[in-house]
């Protein structure tokens, strides 16, 4: 069964970066579309970014898009979020999810597999 660990997260202010990463078991990776979600307290999860399997193709969220890139190392199993110009509206539990297939996704439903979650806080 795969498995997902996110790390990374952690306390920056507004305006700073952070980079998070997400490693996975298995020998799946590569036919495995990623994800990242996010959920900040007394909100639902929501979709940030996702990238198909080989990488060469992405998505963002519009509340993203423009400071988050999302790139994956098939090589080392691991997915990354390189997050820049962060607002205090950014913190959030940052989890990262696996699908079974290659296609863009932006609902929850395709993921079959979730990380436990990062803690990202950004200060004003």
């Known amino acids: 069964q795969v498995q997902l660990v996110e790390s990374g997260g952690g306390l920056v202010q507004a305006g700073g970066s952070l980079r998070l990463s997400c490693a996975a078991s298995?020998?799946?990776?590569?036919?495995?579309?990623m994800g990242w979600f996010r959920q900040a307290p007394g909100k639902e999860r929501e979709f940030v970014a996702t990238i198909n399997c080989s990488g060469g193709s992405s998505y963002y969220a519009d509340s993203v898009k423009g400071r988050f890139t999302i790139s994956r190392d098939n090589v080392k199993n691991t997915v990354y979020l390189q997050m820049n110009s962060l607002k205090p509206d950014d913190t959030a539990i940052y989890y990262c999810?696996?699908?079974?297939?290659?296609?863009?996704?932006?609902?929850?439903?395709?993921?079959?597999?979730w990380g436990q979650g990062t803690q990202v806080t950004v200060s004003s």
């Open positions: 999810a696996a699908a079974r297939n290659c296609g863009i996704y932006q609902r929850k439903v395709p993921y079959n597999y």
């Open positions: 298995g020998r799946t990776f590569s036919s495995s579309s």
